[in-house]
């Protein structure tokens, strides 16, 4: 369970697909980093905000059949590794789809979606799933 100062300070790039790019090497990274691993020190307190494409397209998938309880009401479900139109490779559940429809090139793009909540009383946790665009 996330503390709800966790949840807040996540909010930004979880809604927003926020990145961060080296002014360095030109670099871009999701999530967001404070420090370029390729030009480490001269990167340090220089990291710029970068927004990342919310469209792009299916570069893998897997369709899950098996998982843990807290997904239990979503199986069979669709995974997906998303090239964005800006090259970022990004991790989601596709949803709004037949799962005999996903295939690898289809255009998607990210979208804000519930993603699970703390019981009848707690937070409810948002983020970024992908649809077929």
Known sequence: MA????EWREIPGRYNLEGSK???C????FPKRGICPECRRESLGKMEDYSV????????FSIVHEA??????LKPYAVV????????????????VNLEDVRIGMPVRAVLRRISDDGPSGVIHYG???VPN
């Open 3 to 6: 503390s709800i100062a966790k």
């Open 26 to 29: 030109g670099k871009v990274y």
């Open 53 to 60: 494409s919310r469209e792009g397209e299916v570069y893998s």
């Open 128 to 130: 970024y799933k992908f």
């Open 81 to 96: 590794m998303v090239r964005t139109t800006d090259g970022i490779m990004i991790s989601g559940q596709l949803v709004d």
């Open 68 to 73: 843990p309880a807290f997904t239990s009401k």
């Open 22 to 24: 080296c002014p360095v």
